[in-house]
């Protein structure tokens, strides 16, 4: 049986302040997938995340995106959250005076449109926080105020979790973290992924590679992806680096 695509990217060019970035990506994500997009600083990975949600910041010059069959090329950016798409950034924001159980209670009603059932909601984000080894005090504290990196990434995870969208895009997941915190992540990741969603990881580094089983690497180098490989690629890139790809 055919795998069913979920994200096709054809051809995009994307500009961020009148800078060309993305010098015609192409790249398909079917269901059941996990990929990876790795490359320097700069090569344009945090900016091909941005512009599959249509991040105002980047122009789109040409090309298109595809996702679970509808053309989302120019859709708002909360319009393609809600057709499925998650994103956790590398910088999780802060928002004094909002749980993160309330915070989550409202994504979830706002990407689902149904009012959330809250004694289900409850032991479903009480299981998901045993299993990412999570404080249970953390729950009613204000969104990432005052917590640790880890505990921001671990936020991260339990909202792609509750949220459960069809593709989850993690953008430099793994950054900062010690080695428990990337097992965690990992874990979520394994928790998450089904034979109907997708992962899109962008990452400079191979770290989380190491406690993970992805699908497909792709080497993303001054906007253009260069070459494509499976885990194995990433070896060789923590051996040799992108020297051989610039």
């Not at 090329?73 to 393609?80: H, M, R």
């Not at 928002?95 to 990407?111: C, E, H, R």
């Not at 998901?128 to 936020?155: A, D, H, I, Q, T």
């Amino acid at each position: 049986m055919m795998s069913e695509s979920l994200l096709e990217i054809n051809n995009l060019y994307v500009n961020a302040e009148e800078k060309e970035i993305l010098k015609g990506i192409n790249l398909k994500i079917n269901k059941g997938e996990i990929h990876v997009i790795m490359g320097p600083n700069g090569s344009g990975k945090t900016t091909t995340a941005n512009a599959i949600l249509n991040n105002t910041i980047y122009k789109k010059q040409k090309g298109k995106i595809i996702f679970d069959g509808q053309d989302i090329t120019n859709l708002k950016t909360d319009e393609i959250a809600r057709k499925g798409i998650f994103m956790s950034f590398q910088l999780p924001e802060e928002i004094p005076g909002v749980s993160v159980t309330n915070f989550l209670k409202m994504a979830k009603a706002k990407m689902t449109g149904k009012p959330v059932k809250i004694f289900e909601f409850k032991d479903e984000l009480k299981k998901y926080m045993e299993e990412l080894n999570m404080n249970p005090k953390n729950m009613e504290r204000s969104l990432n105020v005052g917590f640790s990196g880890g505990e921001k990434k671990k936020n991260e995870i339990l909202q792609m979790l509750v949220l459960n969208p069809k593709l989850a895009i993690l953008d430099e997941t793994d950054s900062g973290l010690d080695v428990d915190a990337i097992k965690t992540v990992s874990k979520g990741i394994e928790m998450f992924k089904t034979n109907e969603n997708g992962v899109l990881i962008i990452t400079h580094n191979t770290k989380i590679l190491h406690s993970l089983k992805v699908d497909y690497v792709h080497v993303l180098v001054d906007g253009k992806i260069v070459t494509t490989g499976g885990q194995e690629l990433a070896g060789e890139i923590e051996e040799n680096g992108y020297n051989r790809y610039k």
